[in-house]
């Protein structure tokens, strides 16, 4: 399985966002995918995830102002972010969960600028 982030960038607080991650295999729409980031000093942690089925989760920080959501025909997930925020900038990674295994896709830089 191979993972490719994109549409990370610079943006100003209260812009938006779209990230999307295209992945390769068939194991895609049976899997859960999930978006971290990393800020700089920081560890990296979960924002979002979606399960095979399609229900969502969000940490606190970004509820009601990102939504993931899922193509399965075109393997892809997305990350939606809206009213950004400075204290969103941050390395943003996906992530897709099968079974025992973990795959990563490079990281996409998103800087929020006040």
């Known amino acids: 399985v191979q993972l490719q982030a994109s549409g990370g960038g610079l943006v100003q607080a209260g812009g938006s966002l779209r990230l999307s991650c295209a992945a390769s295999g068939s194991i895609f729409r049976i899997s859960a995918m999930r978006w971290f980031r990393q800020a700089p000093g920081k560890q990296r942690e979960l924002v979002a995830a979606i399960t095979s089925g399609g229900s969502t989760t969000y940490t606190d920080s970004v509820k009601g102002r990102f939504t993931i959501s899922r193509d399965n025909a075109k393997n892809t997930v997305y990350l939606q972010m809206n009213s950004l925020k400075p204290e969103d900038t941050a390395v943003y990674y996906c992530?897709?969960?099968?079974?025992?295994?973990?795959?990563w896709g490079q990281g996409t830089l998103v800087t929020v600028s006040s």
């Open positions: 992530n897709l969960a099968y079974q025992a295994s973990d795959f």
